[in-house]
């Protein structure tokens, strides 16, 4: 670190310090771990190249098995994207305090994660070079296209959605001096934190956090209706909607754990994610995994009784055929090891809800593995039925390079960005003490008044 | 605008089981009119091998009381068709004449169709096609072989109809029956297969799919192909 | 990072990006047919010819544009397939263009089969072959030029035969595989011919494992007879399948029995039984046509046991359900239901007669026929003839060829009673030095892929100084020759083509050129009458044709000038003139020769679609003018093999597994999609041989499913199939029309490489004494992982 810098650093507030020392100092552990990354990305990208270059005839995927892992990833990574934003404009909107440390990381991995997701179904295209046709020859009513256009709409109000609530951070880096200072008068834009400017900003973000939440839903109940809007057995179902976006939250709580654990670790931010936030979002991640539980049970139960054929084939590829395996990994990591986990207070520790955070995680990319394969490897009219899907190094390759894009990235903005929202843990210290405790007087009986009396 | 006489067409077919042996001449008379290329061992045992039309048989029941159905299945040309409502970009579509129809310029190769379709009647191409350099020389020029990367499926052989169309326009008379008629009938030595307008009553299909034995496919999903079945005899 | 560093990792990264860019933009490009590039409006001829892929020689028609071949299709005026056509037909446009066909005529270079070679002019080659045969002859030996003639019928085998004549060389070996039948007809009718059947007309069809609708001698005249709307009025024959496996033709006949391998013949007389106790035979037709059915009395006094008593002594109902494994009921059923609708037809198929007892199995299936008097009737076994065309000049013989053909064939006559098996016997005398031969020529046979003695073939051609094939294809043996003159493929060559004997009515089917031959091959039938011409003196006098075109519009003239029959019509014309005939009446369509050959080659040939069956030639034309059921001569020829005075099939003729080692019977059979013997493969059919839906040019074996189970195989595990002579990788399929204890093998099928997987090779030998054909199915095998 320059000295400079240093000296900058140390005239400010502690919490500034750690908060802004990660944009002004680099480990060396960074760096290995950038230039690891940096190369499966690579790689990835060749791979890549090679699928453009000969045909998706690189993928392992056949007829009548269509869709594979990037179509899994895709599900799955704009899954993860709910984590953030939807979560952050959850607790915003309840006013949930101690959403205050946590809100910016999560509102992070949306962002990046949505850009990952989107760019698979046109990894998947069998000719990425005519992408544009979809918007030259919409045809409205196939659900791919309402799909482009949510998720469009949503990576537009997320990328919104985590800058507005920057702008007092980015002001503050601006006027330190600390870091690049002509990047940060640009993207500061002008933003002085005057009182004015502070309460239209609140507002804005009032109404964002509004806005968001239903966009978010949508983008995931059409990918669950891409599925469902299909005649496909165990694809038909009235409920992927809702399973969806449940799943999708769920992955993310996981995915935010996970970060957090690390981003903790890494920053030295205990004063930050205290085991509060741990025990707060480990309560979370139960309730998701019952609801999960609740969600799945019911899906497979009415299968079961429907009895159908083409559906049984499917359902029983996946309890005790082909899918076994995925499957009840699945059912270990969605359900099994976070209820088991996070139902006891002892386990709602940091490194619990790490375990059980990378548990969600993999059950959820499981699932998404037991949604698409099984059911593509199991058409309706079985008669000709004999497929199978082994995902090729390509797509390994490529899935591989998603998973170290989004973490390159992540952390490189860890680089640019305090990844605790600097102004809302101050306005927290300042205002919010005294708000929440005029608040909860607000809920509770007035004690000086008599029953039936109300105050003028 | 363009002026068209009021009445309806819609290409049908109805494959009589009855008389189906299985020969799967049909299979390699559309393969043959309709350039499709083949695989090599590696991709077609991947299952990436093409057949717009394929004779699927069904066995049953053990030796010696073993029975057998073949069922030729060309894409079923839903009135209905799960396909169409999928494709983002409208390379796959019905036609005026309700023959579900394939734009191979326009398709992004997304496979939403491939997917939505019951009947996994659409093919992919994961790679271009391959010929052997002497074989191009028996590629049907009135057929444009697709590139990879976008699916293709059975059309009716509809170049088969433009060109009855221009004879009949070039002989000054209406079009007949026996005039437009694809490659797996003209093929198929039992005359299982029947071609025709299922709306025009003087055509053979419009009879015989209001026969007893006529049926469809899954017809229960609604989809409302325009090929039936026969069910055998006995 | 060093600003040096730095630049040099984005000059990287950009050389990358910019090369993946400019690598990556022309990958979708997409290629057009030939034709579509500048594309301008095709010139499209639709031409008449004959589907020369198998025996059985449909008539088609060619989609020609701008001269290519582009689709192929049955020709609908043909009175056998009548537009139908079969898969191996449609793919014919894969074989002409295929991408191993030999380019120019080969001369090897380097050792034998080190595939290296010369190519040279057409006239060149011939000279090579010229100058081998001008020193044979002059040698005053032209015996040993020898000629293995595959699938070699009408004018190109007269051709050759006249050649062989005339040059002097009796060594005319034919490599065709009949089916046994001509020796069944010739024995009980006195008629040295394949019989026919009139399906179409047949109420019943009873076929002993006879591939009706898959590979059978005209699997598009069974098409015909099942489904011809026109000519039947809806009303088809009752089809019930007899075999060892739920082949096709079972699933689509209306009944199919499954029965154990080798007892076809048992079951016939099985039923024969039937219909001799509730006395449904036919009387009359016994009565006055038939011998051999009551116990007589010969010469010598000796009492002999006739049909009636041999089939009530032997073959009663329970003791043939027991062997066959058919259940008594069924006999019964079948018994009744073939006598009671007539006419009715019992099918011999090729298995029942390459089988250790084969020719006795064989007649077992006919006499059925007899009983009922189903033969020379509409609807039953009919003795066809063959076209009248003009007969080739008279061979002139000089001294060399009188010399060269007293010396006789190689390898003997064969056995008395089938004369089969003449290649196999040639390749053994070949080997033990009986004959020397110096120079062989190849005619449309591999016989080091087909034959079931590959080794012994190796090792007779390894002692023939100078191979010439000509063959289109490097196939296994010509890859083995000297010189290859490369045959014009069917499509672009001029050959008389007439349907197989299963076929009763008369019929001269026209290949004609549908594309221009090219300058890559020549065709052998002009080959010859090149080398005739060259070889001048008595040679070039035997054939005295300009050209193969030539020498069938010659033999065309025979047609011409008969007085019946006509040119290939539609239904309505065929009927018609069967009608006129009937009467005894004929019109002639043309005046002049040369409009009728026109008209000839547009319709695609020439039929009579009348059948005369007052001709009593055509029921029988032995000795005593009846139809034999227990002929002498078999009897005799029985107790000269050995087999005792047993004059027919004894119950206990099955051949069991021999020993644990090789559990399972090896069921080979012929795939509706492949054509016959070695070709190599169109692309189509490699890819998609069977309907099992995920084989893929790949051999595969088909095991019941219990069988997999209990040996601990799963579908589409690789498996070897072993015999005590050989094995064969294949892929296993589950298939749960297979018996218990048989595994069936389809023939032709080739490895990915290209390598054959010829089933015949595991056979163990076994043939049967009497005819010499090898026994096909009775070999015994197991199956390892692999
Ligand atoms: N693997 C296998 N072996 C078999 C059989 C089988 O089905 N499979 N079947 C058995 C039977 S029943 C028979 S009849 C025999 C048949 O066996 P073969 O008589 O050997 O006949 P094929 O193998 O069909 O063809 C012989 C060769 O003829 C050449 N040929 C192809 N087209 C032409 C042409 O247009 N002109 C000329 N001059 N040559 C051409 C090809 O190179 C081919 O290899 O095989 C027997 N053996
Ligand atoms: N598609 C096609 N057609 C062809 C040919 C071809 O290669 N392909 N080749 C032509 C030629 S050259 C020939 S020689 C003929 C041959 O034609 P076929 O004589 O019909 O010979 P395969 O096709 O081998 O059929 C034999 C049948 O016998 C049955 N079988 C099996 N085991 C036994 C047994 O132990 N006993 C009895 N009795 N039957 C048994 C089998 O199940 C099989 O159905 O076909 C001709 N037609
Ligand atoms: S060609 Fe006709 S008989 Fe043969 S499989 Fe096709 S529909 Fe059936
Ligand atoms: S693959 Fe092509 S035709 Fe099918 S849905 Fe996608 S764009 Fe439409
Ligand atoms: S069968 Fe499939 S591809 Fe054909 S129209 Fe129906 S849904 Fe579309
Ligand atoms: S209608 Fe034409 S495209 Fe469709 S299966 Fe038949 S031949 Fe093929
Ligand atoms: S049966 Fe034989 S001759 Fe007839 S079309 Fe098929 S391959 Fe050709
Ligand atoms: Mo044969």
């Known amino acids: 670190m320059r000295h400079d810098v240093r000296e900058k650093l140390a005239r400010m507030s502690p919490d500034e310090q750690t908060l802004l020392r990660p944009l002004v100092e680099t480990s060396r552990t960074f760096y290995i771990s950038a230039a690891a990354l940096g190369a499966i990305g690579l790689w990835g ?179 669950g209706w891409i599925f469902a809007m299909t005649l496909r057995p165990m694809w038909h179902s009235t409920i992927f909607g809702p399973y969806f976006v449940m799943g999708a939250i769920y992955s993310g709580i996981g995915a935010i754990l996970v970060a957090m654990v690390v981003l903790r670790r890494v920053y030295h931010l205990e004063q930050y994610f205290k085991d509060v936030h741990f025990d707060y979002l480990g309560r979370m991640l139960l309730l998701f995994s019952l609801l999960w539980f609740y969600f799945t049970f019911a899906e497979y139960l009415t299968v079961f009784y429907g009895a159908e054929p083409a559906e049984m084939r499917v359902f029983w590829a996946k309890i005790s055929g082909p899918f076994a395996i995925p499957f009840w990994t699945m059912v270990l990591g969605a359900f099994v090891i976070p209820f088991v986990l996070m139902s006891r207070q002892a ?34 009219w079985e008669l000709e039925s004999l497929a199978h899907y082994m995902p090729s190094w390509i797509e390994l390759s490529i899935m591989a390079a998603t998973f170290a894009g989004f973490i390159l990235l992540y952390m490189v903005a860890t680089k640019f960005i305090p990844i605790v929202s600097i102004w809302e843990i101050r306005e927290g210290r300042q205002e919010s003490v005294k708000q929440v405790a005029d608040r909860v007087a607000t809920y509770l009986p007035d004690s000086s008044l008599p029953a039936g009396v109300v105050e003028s | 605008m363009r002026e068209r006489a009021r009445i309806v067409t819609r290409w049908g077919m109805v494959i009589d089981l009855d008389r189906c042996t299985g020969c799967v001449a049909c299979e390699v008379a559309c393969k043959s009119e309709n350039n499709i290329a083949t695989v090599p061992p590696d991709q077609a045992a ?114 088969r109809l433009q060109q009855a169309r221009e004879d009949a326009r070039a002989e000054g008379r209406v079009l007949r029956e026996e005039d437009y008629q694809p490659a797996c009938q003209e093929a198929c030595p039992t005359a299982a297969i029947v071609f025709g307008d299922l709306e025009n009553s003087t055509h053979r299909v419009r009879q015989l799919k209001d026969d007893p034995r006529s049926m469809r496919l899954m017809e229960d999903l609604g989809t409302a192909p325009k090929v039936y079945y026969l069910r055998p005899r006995e | 990072m060093s600003p040096s560093r730095r630049s040099f990792l984005w000059t990287m990264g950009a050389a990358a990006t910019a090369y993946g860019i400019q690598d990556t933009t022309r990958v979708f490009w997409s290629p057009e047919p030939a034709s579509q590039a500048g594309w301008t409006p095709g010139i499209e001829k639709h031409l008449t010819s004959t589907c020369l892929v198998c025996p059985a020689r449909c008539g088609i028609r060619g989609r020609v544009v701008d001269g290519s071949l582009i689709r192929l299709t049955g020709n609908s005026l043909h009175p056998m397939n009548r537009g139908g056509i079969c ?103 006195g008629i040295d011919r394949r019989p026919g059947y009139d399906l179409e007309r047949a109420a019943f069809v009873l076929s002993f494992g006879a591939p009706l609708f898959e590979s059978w001698w005209s699997p598009l005249q069974a098409f015909v007879a099942y489904a011809d709307p026109d000519e039947r009025n809806g009303q088809r024959p009752r089809f019930v399948q007899v075999d060892t496996r739920f082949s096709r033709t079972a699933a689509q006949a209306q009944e199919w029995v499954g029965i154990r391998p080798d007892t076809h013949g048992v079951l016939a007389l099985g039923i024969a039984y039937v219909i001799i106790r509730d006395q449904l035979y036919d009387t009359r037709f016994v009565a006055d046509h ?76 006919h006499s059925l026929n007899v009983l009922m008097g189903s033969v020379n009737r509409p609807g039953g076994v009919l003795f066809g003839q063959d076209p009248p065309v003009a007969p080739l000049v008279t061979p002139v013989m000089d001294d060399t060829a009188t010399i060269g053909l007293a010396r006789g ?216 003018g009846r139809v034999e059921l227990m002929p002498d001569a078999f009897a005799r020829g029985a107790v000269a093999a050995g087999l005792g005075p047993a004059s027919y099939l004894a119950l206990d003729t099955v051949k069991s597994a021999a020993s644990t080692d090789f559990p399972l019977r090896l069921i080979p059979y012929r795939l509706s999609t492949l054509a016959s013997g070695t070709l190599a493969l169109e692309r189509w059919m490699s890819e998609a041989p069977s309907l099992f839906p995920n084989v893929h040019w790949n051999p595969w074996v088909e095991v019941h499913p219990e069988t997999a189970r209990a040996l601990g195989f799963h579908d589409s595990d690789y498996v070897w199939v072993v015999s005590s002579r050989g094995r064969i990788r294949a892929q296993l399929k589950v298939f749960p029309g297979t018996a218990p204890d048989n595994v069936c093998l389809p023939y032709g099928l080739r490895h990915p490489d290209g390598a054959l997987a010829n089933p015949l090779q595991l056979l163990d030998g076994d043939h049967d004494v009497l005819s010499g054909l090898a026994s096909w199915s009775s070999t015994f095998v197991r199956l390892e992982r692999a």
């Open chain 3, 87 to 189: 898969p191996r037909g449609v793919a014919g446009v894969q074989m002409l263009y295929h991408p191993e066909r030999i380019a120019a005529p080969l001369v090897r270079v380097g050792p034998r089969g080190g595939a290296r070679w010369r190519a040279v002019s057409r006239e060149d080659a011939l000279v090579l072959l010229l100058e081998r045969l001008r020193e044979l002859r002059s040698a005053g030996h032209p015996e040993t030029l020898a000629l293995l003639a595959g699938f070699c019928s009408g004018t190109m085998e007269d051709v050759w035969r006249q050649f062989l004549t005339a040059y002097g060389s009796p060594n005319y070996v034919a490599d065709d595989y009949q089916d046994g039948t001509e020796s069944v007809m010739r024995l009980m009718h």
């Open chain 1, 45 to 223: 990208l060749y791979a890549y190249y090679l699928q453009v270059r000969y045909g998706l005839g690189r993928t392992g995927l056949n007829r009548p098995e269509y869709w594979g892992i990037y179509i899994i990833s895709f599900v799955f990574f704009i899954g993860i994207s709910h984590a953030g934003t939807l979560i952050s404009a959850i607790l915003r909107v309840a006013k949930a305090e101690w959403r205050r440390s946590i809100t910016r990381s999560a509102e992070l991995i949306t962002v990046i994660v949505i850009g990952f997701g989107a760019i698979q179904p046109i990894i998947d295209l069998g000719r990425p070079d005519r992408a544009l046709n979809i918007i030259f020859n919409a045809q409205f009513r196939s659900p791919l296209l309402w799909d482009v256009m949510s998720i469009g709409l949503y990576f537009f109000s997320c990328t919104i959605y985590l800058y507005v609530p920057l702008l007092p951070d980015l002001a503050l880096i601006r006027d330190s001096g600390i870091k690049m200072p002509r990047l940060y008068r640009f993207l500061a834009a002008g933003y002085h934190d005057t009182p004015a400017q502070r309460a239209r900003l609140e507002r804005v973000i009032g109404v964002l956090s509004l806005a968001v939440i239903p966009i978010a839903i949508s983008v995931h109940t059409i990918i």
């Open chain 3, 409 to 624: 064939p190689a390898g003997g006559a064969g056995p008395q009673l089938g004369a089969h098996g003449a290649a196999n016997r040639f390749a053994g005398a070949v080997v033990d030095g009986e004959v020397t031969v110096d120079t062989i020529l190849l005619y449309y046979s591999n016989p080091l892929a087909s034959s079931i003695h590959p080794q012994t073939w190796r090792a007779a051609l390894a002692r023939v100084p100078f191979i010439v094939s000509f063959s289109p294809f490097l196939d296994e043996t010509t890859s083995q020759a000297d010189l290859v003159l490369p045959d014009l493929l069917p499509y672009e060559r001029w050959q008389d083509a007439s349907p197989p004997a299963s076929y009763p009515y008369p019929v001269w089917g026209l290949a004609r050129p549908l594309v221009d031959p090219g300058t890559s091959g020549m065709h052998s039938g002009d080959a010859v009458l090149a080398l005739a011409r060259q070889l001048g003196g008595s040679v070039a006098e035997s054939l005295p044709y300009d050209s193969f075109e030539t020498l069938l519009k010659q033999r065309a003239r025979g047609l011409f000038a008969v007085r019946r029959g006509m040119l290939l019509g539609n239904a309505f014309e065929r009927r018609n003139q069967r009608r006129m005939e009937e009467r005894g009446w004929w019109l002639a369509e043309h005046a002049e020769f040369e409009p009728f050959w026109q008209d000839l080659v547009e319709r695609g040939g020439w039929t009579d679609p009348f059948f005369d069956h007052t001709d009593p030639a055509r029921l029988a034309q032995t000795a005593s």
């Open chain 3, 290 to 365: 038939v011998s051999g059915f009551e116990d007589s009395i010969d010469a010598e006094g000796h009492l002999r046991e006739g049909y009636r008593s041999m089939v009530l002594r032997s073959y009663r109902t329970e003791e043939v359900s027991a062997a066959t494994g058919v259940p008594v009921e069924r006999i019964t059923s079948l018994a009744r239901a073939f006598a009671e609708n007539q006419p009715a037809i019992a099918v011999c198929g090729m298995d029942v007669t390459h089988a250790q007892r084969g020719l006795m199995a064989g007649m077992a299936v």
């Open chain 2, 46 to 159: 991947m299952g990436r091998a093409k057949s717009w039309m394929k004779v699927v048989a069904e066995v049953e029941g053990e030796f010696p009381d073993t029975s057998l159905h073949f069922y030729p299945r060309p894409c079923m040309q839903c009135d209905n068709p799960p396909c169409v409502k999928v494709c983002p970009v409208a390379a796959t579509y019905i036609n005026d004449e309700g023959t579900v129809a394939q734009i191979y310029a326009r398709c992004i190769g997304c496979r939403y169709c491939a997917n939505a379709c019951p009947y996994t009647v659409k093919y992919f191409n994961w790679y271009g096609p391959e010929w052997a350099d002497s074989e191009r020389q028996h590629l049907n020029p009135d057929v444009s072989v697709r590139p990879k990367g976008v699916i293709e499926k059975c059309t009716f052989c509809h170049h």
């Open chain 1, 347 to 380: 386990t709602r520790t940091p490194r619990g809800t790490l375990i059980a955070g990378m548990a969600v995680v993999v059950g959820m990319w499981l699932e998404r593995y037991n949604i698409v394969v099984p059911t593509s490897v199991n058409p309706i």
